[in-house]
C-alpha cells in the first residue's frame, strides 16, 4: 500500500474540484438547500475518483524502456529513443520524464503523448553534449492518468545507465567519402586542382576530358588507336600529426564547444582520411609539456587509439611552451611530417614570442598552422553603432580582426602555411588543406 501511495499524484483539477465543494458546504449555510445537492455531487464526484483510482492500479498497465547509446558524440544530436506499450483496456495520457544527465542542468524536460488500448510506440529526442566524460541517466518516469484525469500513476523504470561522451565520431561518417575521392563537391568543400604528381605510378587509362595531356602514353595510345594516360597516385605512407596545444588560449568557448574540443573533433576525423588514404596518423599534445602521443602509423587499432587519447584529453589554463614543443618534435621525430598545429593567436606580438620556434619546426616538416577566427568580434562588426561607446567597441573589435589577416601574411612571409578558420568550418578546412598538400605533391 505504501508502494501504491507513493506512485499516486492528484491532478491539479482534483483540487480545484474540492475547493468547489468547500465552497459550496459553506454557501449551504446561507442557502440550506444547497447542502443537499453539494451533498450528493461530492458523492458523485468520491465514487469517480475511487473508480478512477481502482483502473489505474488494478493492473500493471504500462510498459516502457529506454535505448541509449553505447557512446555519445560530442557537440552533435545524439538520438534518445523510448519505447512505450499500454495494456489497459482504455486509452491513457502519458507524461514521460526522463532523468537527464547533470550536465544539462534541466529538470523541466518531459515529452507528453496518448496510447490507445493495446498500442506500442516509439518516442525520440536528441542530446548535444558539450563536455567529454560520463553521462549518468537517471529513472525513466511515465505518469499516466485516464479519460478522468482526476490521479495519475507513476511507473518508473529503473534503468540508471552511464553512457560515455567522446570526441565526435559522427562527423567520420559525414566526411568519409572524402578520403577516397579529390573530387569535392559536397558539405561546403573546395574541388582541388591538381597540378601535380608523385612518381608513384597506378596505372593506364583512357582518356578522359580534364586529364592532364602532359600524362599522355604514346605507346599505348599507338596500340589501342586512343588516347591513353598514365594515371598517378599520391605517394603512401606519410605522417600525418596533429598537434594539439592545450594551454589557456584554447579554453574559450564557441557554440558551447570549447575551442580545444573543435581541435579533438578535427583531429579525429583528419586522422580517419588519413588513415583511408594510406598515410600514417598520430597525434600528440603540448603545452608545459609534450603528452598524449601517439606515433604515426597505419595499424587497423590506430584509430581506436587516437579514439580514446583524445577522450582524455583538457585544458591546463597556462602558457603553452613552443620551445619545449620544438625540442620534442626534434627528438622524436625523424621522418619528415606533415605537422597540423591548432593553436590560437590574437595579437602579432602573441605570435612573434613563438615565431621562432615555429620556424624551426618548419625547417624539417611541413608546418600548418591551425588559428581561429572570433566569430563574436565578427557579430559586433556588422551590428550598426549608435553610440560613442559602440563606436569604440566596433573599431576595436575591426583591428583584432585585421590582426587576425597580418598573423596569416607573416606566417606565410616565413614559409609557415597556416589557415584561419571559423570554429564551426574548421574540420572541413583542415581536411581541404590537407588535400591540397596531397594534390600538389608538397610534402
Known amino acids: 500500500m505504501k508502494q501504491i501511495l507513493k506512485n499516486t499524484y492528484l491532478d491539479s483539477r482534483f483540487f480545484f474540484i474540492m475547493a468547489c465543494f468547500v465552497a459550496g458546504y459553506i454557501l449551504s449555510y446561507i442557502f440550506p438547500g444547497l447542502y443537499i445537492i453539494v451533498s450528493m455531487l461530492f458523492v458523485v464526484f468520491l465514487g469517480l ?32 529513443n523510448i519505447s ?4 489497459y483496456n482504455f486509452k491513457v495520457k502519458l507524461n514521460v520524464i526522463d532523468e537527464l544527465p547533470f550536465q544539462y542542468q534541466k529538470r523541466d524536460f518531459h515529452i507528453k503523448t496518448e496510447l490507445v488500448s493495446g498500442e506500442k510506440k516509439k518516442i525520440h529526442y536528441t542530446l548535444r553534449p558539450l563536455q567529454r566524460g560520463e553521462y549518468l541517466f537517471g529513472n525513466l518516469n511515465v505518469y499516466t492518468t485516464t479519460p478522468i484525469k482526476f490521479i495519475s500513476r507513476r511507473f518508473q523504470f529503473g534503468n540508471e545507465a552511464m553512457v560515455p561522451n567522446y570526441p565526435s565520431f559522427l562527423q567520420l561518417r559525414k566526411y568519409m567519402l572524402l578520403a577516397f575521392s579529390n573530387k569535392i563537391f559536397e558539405h561546403g568543400l573546395k574541388k582541388i586542382r591538381r597540378i601535380g604528381h608523385t612518381m608513384e605510378f597506378e596505372q593506364i587509362k583512357e582518356y578522359v576530358i580534364g586529364d592532364d595531356i602532359r600524362n599522355i602514353n604514346w605507346k599505348a595510345t599507338a596500340k589501342r588507336s586512343q588516347l591513353m594516360v598514365n594515371q598517378y597516385q599520391d605517394e603512401k605512407s606519410q605522417p600525418i600529426y596533429s598537434v594539439i596545444d592545450t594551454g589557456r588560449v584554447m579554453k574559450m568557448p564557441f557554440e558551447g ?9 578535427a583531429t579525429l576525423v583528419i586522422s580517419n582520411v588519413a588513415l583511408k588514404k594510406q598515410d600514417k596518423a598520430g597525434m600528440f599534445t ?3 609539456k609534450v603528452e598524449n602521443k601517439v606515433f604515426a602509423e597505419r595499424r587497423p587499432s590506430q584509430m581506436n587509439k587516437i579514439l580514446e587519447t583524445l577522450y582524455n584529453i583538457n585544458t591546463d589554463f597556462v602558457e603553452s611552451d613552443f620551445s619545449r614543443l620544438y625540442i620534442d618534435i626534434k627528438r622524436s621525430i625523424s621522418q619528415r611530417s606533415l605537422l597540423l598545429l591548432y593553436t590560437n593567436f590574437e595579437t602579432l606580438d602573441a605570435l612573434y614570442r613563438q615565431l621562432p620556434y615555429l620556424q624551426a619546426i618548419a625547417k624539417n616538416h611541413l608546418l600548418v598552422v591551425i588559428f581561429f577566427e572570433n566569430t563574436e568580434l565578427q557579430k559586433l562588426t556588422k551590428k550598426e553603432a549608435d553610440n ?6 566596433k573599431t576595436i573589435a575591426e583591428k583584432f580582426i585585421y590582426e587576425k589577416k597580418l598573423i596569416v601574411n607573416e606566417l606565410l612571409k616565413h614559409g ?28
Open 49 to 80: 475518483l475511487l473508480f478512477d483510482f481502482v483502473i489505474l492500479f488494478r493492473k500493471n498497465g504500462i510498459e516502457s524502456s529506454r535505448n541509449l547509446p553505447e557512446k555519445l558524440s560530442n557537440g552533435d544530436d545524439n538520438p534518445i
Open 84 to 87: 512505450l506499450k499500454n495494456d
Open 388 to 393: 560613442t561607446r559602440e563606436i569604440f567597441e
Open 416 to 443: 609557415i602555411q597556416s589557415i584561419l578558420t571559423t570554429p564551426e568550418n574548421l574540420t572541413v578546412n583542415t581536411i581541404n588543406k590537407y588535400l591540397e598538400i596531397k594534390a600538389r605533391g608538397l610534402l
Open 286 to 288: 603540448f603545452s608545459r
Open 257 to 265: 564547444l570549447s575551442l580545444l574540443d573543435y581541435a579533438i573533433n
